[in-house]
């Protein structure tokens, strides 16, 4: 389902809160199916997902929406996911200008597509609109980010959730170089974990045993490498679960 048109705004202007969020600079290498799966699994830690929006064309490429079923949910996740690390690329999240179809529809001010093309021609100001969606976007495409490695994730402390434990072995692993991480959906893949894991210095691989869903192990190339990123990502949710992070037991 695709998202309205943009509406002609001009360039600096506010964008009301609402239930749908803009992303951009994402990875263009991520197959469309992978991109949209992960994203959903991201956010839906920030409340019900109606869907989520990425297209093949040239000139979407790299971007997304992510549909709320409440602005609130919206306003956390930009606040929240702004700025963080994902397939190597940190999104930049904005409030969408535009409503998308599922959200018009639900709130009676869905016009079909013909409708709205026609009445646009007939304005004169479609392809006006285009080139400053473009230039807009563009320009938020060129904005210096810091390095990757300079910050942390916005979530980076977050401790152990409330009510939940970690599985712990009997005594506790001392430091080393490789993480055992717990609590993930089991639908995760070696892939979605990499995403997360690289973002740190020293990262080498992740490790999953096909036959115990919900674990893995990460591997870094020193322990104050590990230690770094189990800092960093303790408690981070994917979908709705926090992952807990330990040092593997050797």
Not at 121 to 128: C, L, P, Q, S, V
Request: proline residues 7%; positive net charge; contains cysteine.
């Amino acid at each position: 389902m695709e998202m309205q048109q943009e509406g002609n705004q001009q360039q600096g202007s506010e964008v009301s809160p609402n239930q749908t969020i803009y992303i951009n600079n994402l990875n263009e290498k991520v197959k469309l199916d992978e991109l949209k799966k992960s994203l959903n699994e991201v956010f839906i830690q920030f409340g019900k997902i109606l869907e989520v929006l990425a297209f093949k064309t040239l000139k979407h490429k790299g971007q997304a929406w992510v549909v709320f079923e409440e602005a609130k949910s919206a306003s956390t996740a930009i606040a929240k996911m702004n700025d963080f690390p994902f397939y190597d690329k940190r999104m930049r999240i904005q409030y969408a200008k535009t409503k998308s179809d599922v959200v018009a529809k639900a709130d009676g001010t869905f016009v079909p597509r013909e409708k709205r093309k026609r009445h646009e021609e007939r304005a004169g100001g479609k392809k006006k609109k285009d080139q400053h969606h473009d230039s807009a976007q563009m320009g938020m495409a060129n904005s210096a980010y810091p390095s990757v490695y300079g910050t942390a994730p916005p979530l980076s402390q977050v401790p152990y959730p409330a009510g939940v434990k970690p599985i712990l072995p009997e005594a506790p692993a001392p430091p080393n170089n490789i993480l055992f991480v717990q609590n993930l959906p089991h639908d995760t893949t070696p892939m979605m974990i990499q995403m997360f894991f690289c973002q740190y210095p020293g990262f080498k691989e992740v490790r999953m045993v096909e036959a115990k869903p919900g674990i893995a192990f990460v591997e870094y190339a020193d322990e104050m490498q590990s230690t770094v990123a189990m800092q960093g990502l303790q408690g981070f949710k994917i979908q709705q679960d926090p992952m807990l992070i330990t040092y593997a037991k050797k």
